[in-house]
């Protein structure tokens, strides 16, 4: 019923910046936290960034002042715009959100996009 769908992953050089967007669909009356998690070949999945619905956002100390994540409720869609990209950034990143309708109030994940940063 409820859908995430990441898109923006690609290949790109140690330095460069690529945007990520979580797009949700369904019948949604609101969408609370939404996070964006990490995970590496042979890593545990790690957390990477958070905003909730008023639009405060916590990232992990790594990323910080590299990565920005924001919010567009009109298109239901969270963005993490990624610059200064590292090889330690390489991974699939997955987005999280905490959404309710009129039924339910659930955490949703979405599939998955591949990032992948070339020294």
């Known amino acids: 019923q409820v859908q995430l769908v990441e898109s923006g992953g690609g290949l790109v050089q140690t330095g460069g910046s690529l945007r990520l967007s979580c797009a949700a669909s369904?019948?949604?009356?609101?969408?609370?936290?939404v996070g964006w998690y990490r995970q590496a070949p042979g890593k545990q999945r790690e957390w990477v960034a958070t905003?909730?619905?008023?639009?405060?956002?916590t990232y992990t100390d790594s990323v910080k002042g590299r990565f920005t994540i924001s919010r567009d409720d009109a298109k239901k869609t969270v963005y993490l715009q990624m610059n200064s990209l590292e090889p330690e950034d390489t991974a699939v990143y997955s987005c999280?959100?905490?959404?309710?309708?009129?039924?339910?109030?659930?955490?949703?994940w979405g599939q998955g996009t591949q990032v992948t940063v070339s020294s």
């Open positions: 999280n959100g905490q959404i309710l309708t009129r039924e339910n109030y659930s955490s949703i």
């Open positions: 369904g019948s949604i009356f609101r969408i609370d936290n």
């Open positions: 905003i909730s619905r008023g639009r405060t956002a």
